[in-house]
């Protein structure tokens, strides 16, 4: 037996937060009747109507994707161009990414059709590091770098402290590889730190999501995460 609220989450239809207002509210039936009670559990073979909709439980479903650059983090594009779950031809269930990474942008992203454990994984309150290997034209001083990890002021507010490391640099080329970990998730927050400093992104990539890393994947692939490991990610909601 599951919580009403959290088979409905994971159902695909909406977060559990919005699951539980749609109770109250009474939108929400299990048998024909309508119940407003959140603690309500239901059983697999409970028939859940949402507005009037049957809900499709689906069983929740999680990856760990390798996304190339060029590919919109998204599960459908208005102007029709590759979204990350074009890569997942044989997956029925209705799988979302966890986050974005932008179109230019590669790397490390989740993806699953459970609401709730996106919901978790995104709370800016639980502090999920991000790894990230950027290439920057320039190369930043060893002061500028401390700057960045201390934290930067941006347009919305000045960044968290992040780890930050030098990997490589190319005197003649004027290029830098940088290794930046950051916890928070603003839009496109790797890039427009570098910026502010002065030195442009070239290539950026997520090499590391909490103590997941792409080990194995190229490129365009994809792999389920294990039990072990989803249950790891839910524990970081609660440490
Ligand atoms: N920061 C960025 O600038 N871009 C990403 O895709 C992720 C983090």
Request: proline letters at 5%; glycine letters at 8%; hydrophobic letters at 35%.
């Amino acid at each position: 037996m599951e919580r009403l609220q959290k088979v409905i989450a994971q159902a695909g239809v909406t977060s559990r937060r919005k699951a539980e207002k749609l109770i109250e509210e009474g939108q929400v039936k299990v048998n024909g009747q309508v119940v407003r009670e959140l603690g309500t559990k239901v059983s697999p073979s409970d028939e859940i109507e949402v507005n009037g909709v049957p809900i499709d439980k689906e069983e929740p479903v999680y990856f760990l994707m390798y996304k190339p650059s060029g590919v919109i983090s998204s599960v459908k594009d208005e102007k029709g161009r590759k979204v990350v779950t074009d890569y997942f031809p044989e997956v029925e269930q209705r799988i979302f990414p966890i986050g974005r990474l932008d179109y230019d942008t590669s790397g490390l992203l989740l993806l699953t059709n459970d609401g709730d454990f996106a919901n978790i994984l995104m709370h800016p309150k639980y502090h999920v590091d991000k790894r990230y290997i950027a290439k920057v034209k320039g190369i930043p001083s060893k002061l500028e770098l401390r700057t960045l990890a201390k934290g930067i002021q941006l347009e919305d507010g000045k960044t968290a402290p992040a780890k930050v490391k030098m990997k490589s640099l190319d005197k003649k080329k004027q290029t830098a590889i940088i290794e930046l970990t950051i916890h928070e998730g603003r839009n496109r927050q790797v890039r427009r730190m570098f910026e502010a400093l002065g030195y442009p992104v070239q290539k950026l990539k997520r090499e590391g999501y909490a103590f997941l890393d792409l080990h194995g994947l190229n490129s365009g692939e994809s792999r389920p995460l294990t039990p072990h490991e989803i249950k790891q990610l839910r524990n970081l909601a609660v440490t």
